[in-house]
């Protein structure tokens, strides 16, 4: 393709594109004899580099088996940089380079970060970076200081930096094959790994917004909906798991009553962004499995590092439904209005990411020898870039993995970026009249 070509593509098309090349990149380079201990189909690398770089955490194969030191350190690479972003990187390269972010990039980084303007982008890129690391490296100390009298200084130290890693990201990798199910009563772990991706799934804009404003009165609207938002989501899905699977045997039903409340607190707050687990998530009541795949379809926030169609968006379509009820023609939240074409966005997305969910479920019905509801599970927990897994991850068939495959990237992308990568934008000067039509 001609150079002009390239340069002359909507920032979604190009978004597109350089994501679908990491991808590729990363495929390739999984699939290199010195990344794995016996070797992986083209296939389950492109389906392990898809999960990293949209920071799921599906896995068709162990990652703590089936890779090696190189194969891990590329998984984690492909998850910092698919969850701070393409084009935050892209923008450092360009800083240390000392060329000039021009209004291209600044276009690309304004629909990476899903920011309203372009202005200041830039800015927030080097905060973003700077905060992320640091976040990291001090919650890996964290996880070192816990893992080091059990593993010694080098294996605690590589497991650390890799959960911090996958955890701030909402990746939901992890080295062992229980994910974090040892340590399911463990205060320290169960501490730390939640902050991370608790924060990660806030959103950059709002953790920034907090950093200079610290006074609840003075955020953005924005920041006080996914704080609220945030706060009732949890609680509600805490108190949800510990009333469901209290007594279930095979979940916190064996556990002591401190562990039960840990392990209640880090299911209740996983599903929305992140696919670690503590304990078995197939053995979950049917109730608490629905409920879970709710939370992992909305999601976290906008700009974080989170997938679904994101908290705002489902709390800007409860409002207006309220505001229905209310028989008032605005939607007014923190005495601010919230404008149509937000309301009409967050429709198309909510409506768009169902659709693919529908249709993925749809032919994983028939393809894969599961239940329904394990199907469904994984279908959502692929569109919200969680990774939580009934265990049917494993025993995909190629169609399978093929459909999770794009499923994992509709999720991270977002359905509106995919749609207007492709959709040609209206340029004709013809309006109708207005009718109205029934509806209800």
């Known amino acids: 393709m001609p150079k002009r070509h390239i340069v002359n593509l909507s920032p979604p098309r190009l978004l597109l594109l350089i994501f679908l090349g990491f991808v590729i990149l990363g495929t390739i ?87 309203t303007n372009f202005g200041g982008v830039v800015y927030l890129v080097k905060r973003l970076f700077y905060f992320s690391i640091i976040t990291e490296t001090i919650a890996a100390l964290f996880l070192f200081l816990r893992w080091l009298p059990d593993m010694g200084w080098k294996q605690g130290l590589y497991a ?22 040892r340590y399911v009563g463990d205060p320290i772990v169960n501490i730390v790994i939640t902050f991370l991706f608790i924060f990660g799934g806030l959103g950059f804009t709002v953790i920034f917004d907090l950093w200079n404003k610290k006074e609840f ?60 687990n503590t304990v078995d998530i197939g053995s979950l009541d049917d109730a608490t499995l629905f409920f879970m795949m709710l939370l992992m379809f909305v999601g976290a926030g906008s700009a974080s590092t989170g997938g679904g169609i994101k908290l705002t968006t489902f709390l800007a379509m409860l409002l207006s439904v309220f505001t229905f009820l209310k028989g008032k023609s605005e939607v007014v939240v923190f005495r601010r209005t919230i404008t149509d074409r937000i309301v009409v966005r967050s429709l198309a ?38 990774g939580l897994s009934m265990g049917l991850t494993g025993d995909l068939t190629e169609i399978g993995k093929i459909v999770i495959t794009f499923v994992m990237f509709v999720g991270k992308l977002g359905p509106l970026t995919l749609a207007f990568s492709f959709a040609q934008p209206d340029k004709s000067p013809i309006r109708y009249p207005k009718e109205d039509i029934l509806i209800g």
């Open 29 to 115: 380079l999984l699939k290199l004899p010195v990344a794995t201990t016996n070797g992986i189909t083209w296939l389950d690398a492109l389906f392990t580099s898809t999960s990293a770089m949209t920071v799921t955490g599906l896995i068709v194969v162990d990652t703590g088996q089936a890779f090696t030191l190189f194969g891990e350190i590329v998984i984690l690479c492909l998850i910092q940089v698919g969850g701070l972003g393409i084009m935050t990187f892209a923008v450092l390269i360009f800083i240390m380079l000392g060329k000039k972010i021009g209004l291209k990039e600044r276009l690309l980084v304004q629909q990476a970060l899903n920011q």
């Open 160 to 181: 650390a930096i890799f959960h911090s890693i996958s955890a701030f990201n909402n990746a939901g990798f992890s080295i062992w094959p229980d994910s974090l199910s």
């Open 217 to 276: 009165s003075k955020l953005s609207t924005h920041s006080k909906l996914m704080l609220i938002g945030t706060l009732i989501f949890n609680v509600v899905a805490v108190l949800f798991v510990f009333i469901m699977e209290y007594s279930n045997p095979e979940t916190l039903g064996k556990l002591s009553i401190s562990d039960k409340l840990w392990a209640a607190y880090f299911q209740g707050v996983v599903p929305r962004t992140a696919g670690f």
């Open 349 to 386: 997305i909510a409506i768009i990411g169902l659709t693919v969910v529908i249709f993925a479920a749809l032919i994983l019905n028939i393809t894969e020898d599961a239940s329904f509801i394990m199907v469904l599970f994984e279908t959502v927990s692929a569109f919200g870039t969680v």
